[in-house]
């Protein structure tokens, strides 16, 4: 079991910065490849990053790609997602998710463990 609580939300300018974390619980954080969602206000959930177990592999989605970075620390148990160059668009809330499978994907379903989600609003 894994439970997973994200911060770093909240009310930022367009063009601005903000730094999502994801702490994890359990000693087995590593085996996981961790991945970012989000959900916009009458939207579906859309996939936003993805990193691999040991952090050498990820992919974007093509709306965050060059302004978003995921990144790991296993020691400290945590994923984080910096977003640069934010956009209204950028607007909905966050959540944080881990695979228990070899490889990483773009496919919420394949998620096995959520978090409660951080909001994260972009004015412009």
């Known amino acids: 079991q894994v439970q997973l609580v994200e911060s770093g939300g909240g009310l930022v300018q367009a063009g601005g910065s903000l730094r999502l974390s994801c702490a994890a619980s359990?000693?087995?954080?590593?085996?996981?490849?961790m991945g970012w969602f989000r959900q916009a206000p009458g939207k579906e959930r859309e996939f936003v990053a993805t990193?691999?177990?040991?952090?050498?592999?990820?992919y974007y989605a093509d709306s965050v790609k060059g302004r978003f970075t995921i990144s790991r620390d296993n020691a400290k148990n945590t994923v984080y997602l910096q977003m640069n160059s934010l956009k209204p668009e950028d607007t909905a809330v966050y959540y944080c998710?881990?695979?228990?499978?070899?490889?990483?994907?773009?496919?919420?379903?394949?998620?096995?463990?959520w978090g409660q989600g951080t909001q994260v609003t972009v004015s412009s």
């Open positions: 998710a881990a695979d228990d499978s070899v490889g990483i994907t773009a496919k919420g379903s394949n998620y096995d463990y």
């Open positions: 359990g000693r087995t954080f590593s085996r996981y490849a």
């Open positions: 990193i691999s177990w040991d952090g050498r592999i990820t």
